[in-house]
């Protein structure tokens, strides 16, 4: 059974910072692109930020401010957030995807405020 369990959630004022974490469970951790995605209220869900063996990918929005990572012998993946600003205020969603499998998982959300 798969199962993706984020962490790290919470209220921050703005320019402040917060770090997610995502604990994956029953996959290859390694083969998998590991990202996070967010979902605002009213608005769709949107990339943040992948990363795999090959590349790191980030949403415009936040280059320079968040940054991925992950740990291979924890099967974690990190999100570290800085410079937080009221427009990054979402549900935060770990998602693990093997496309050549046709597999892609998605954890059930963490809520990030930015708010002062």
């Known amino acids: 059974q798969v199962q993706l369990v984020e962490s790290g959630g919470g209220l921050v004022q703005p320019g402040g910072s917060l770090r997610l974490s995502c604990a994956a469970s029953?996959?290859?951790?390694?083969?998998?692109?590991m990202g996070w995605y967010r979902q605002a209220p009213g608005k769709q869900r949107e990339l943040v930020a992948t990363?795999?063996?090959?590349?790191?990918n980030y949403a415009d929005s936040v280059k320079g401010r968040f940054t991925i990572s992950r740990d291979k012998a924890k099967n974690t993946v990190y999100l570290q957030m800085n410079s937080l600003k009221p427009d990054d205020t979402a549900v935060y969603y770990c998602?693990?995807?093997?496309?050549?499998?046709?597999?892609?998982?998605w954890g059930q959300g963490t809520q990030v405020t930015v708010s002062s």
């Open positions: 990363i795999n063996d090959v590349i790191i």
């Open positions: 029953g996959i290859i951790f390694s083969i998998y692109t």
């Open positions: 998602n693990a995807d093997r496309k050549t499998w046709g597999q892609n998982y």
